[in-house]
């Protein structure tokens, strides 16, 4: 007979993951319902907008902000 080690990873508000867009470690502020979602809080700073590089187009395209503490909606396994 064979058993399977079934290991999942229960995360409660407070514990620390690693941010989804950095290497430092954030902190969780909100797990949904199901427990499938979590809101990570990450206190390095990131630009509120992820806009590619354009060849075309002026130079003085407007900046997107950049902020501390952003909070990330990720999927967990």
Do not use: E, Y
Not at 59 to 73: D, E, H, T, V, Y
Request: with cysteine.
């Amino acid at each position: 007979m064979t058993i399977k080690k079934v290991t999942t990873n229960i995360v409660t508000i407070g514990d620390q993951i690693q941010c989804p867009k950095c290497s430092r470690m954030g902190l969780v502020v909100w797990v949904s319902k199901d427990g499938k979602t979590v809101g990570i809080q990450c206190p390095a700073t990131h630009s509120q907008l992820s806009r590619p590089n354009s060849k075309l187009g002026s130079n003085a395209r407007p900046q997107s902000k950049a902020g501390r503490n952003m909070i990330f909606l990720t999927a967990i396994n």
